[in-house]
């Protein structure tokens, strides 16, 4: 653990702009997988709306504010990287997959009657690996690196 003081507006940030990029890059694979190549019947724009929009952006600030009140400046290295991991497989990965597999019962946009068990696991897996990935650029040095070359 380090002291938290003395952090950046960019160190609080970066998780955040990050977290909404990848939730939102994540849920347009789902939209694209689910909703429109294995399931296309229904109403796209609502799928679109659903997957992207509202879970992407609410998703990622969600799991970004808390990364960036639990982790930063309160962990550094591979040990921020999986408690990121660990907060995004949690919150994303249980918590807002358990729902969309409860509203996908009701809708039916993207198999989730049919193939309940392979939404939540891809669901899982893509929030842990996108937390540790977001982890990796905020808290690693050659994450950092790529980072500020592009200055994010």
Known sequence: MKSSSNISANEVLRPLKLSILFSV???LVI???WGVLLY????LLHKFLWTVVFCGLGMGSTIGAAISLLVV???KGIQAVILCAELSGLILGIFCNY???SLDMNFDHFGGMDT???IV???TVMAILGGALVGWLCFMENGKKI???YNV
């Open 25 to 27: 890059l994540g849920e």
């Open 31 to 33: 939209f694209l997988i």
């Open 40 to 43: 296309p019947d229904g109403n």
């Open 73 to 75: 400046g309160k962990w």
């Open 99 to 101: 729902l969309c597999y």
């Open 116 to 118: 309940p068990v392979l």
């Open 121 to 123: 696991i891809t669901g």
């Open 147 to 149: 980072l500020n070359r």
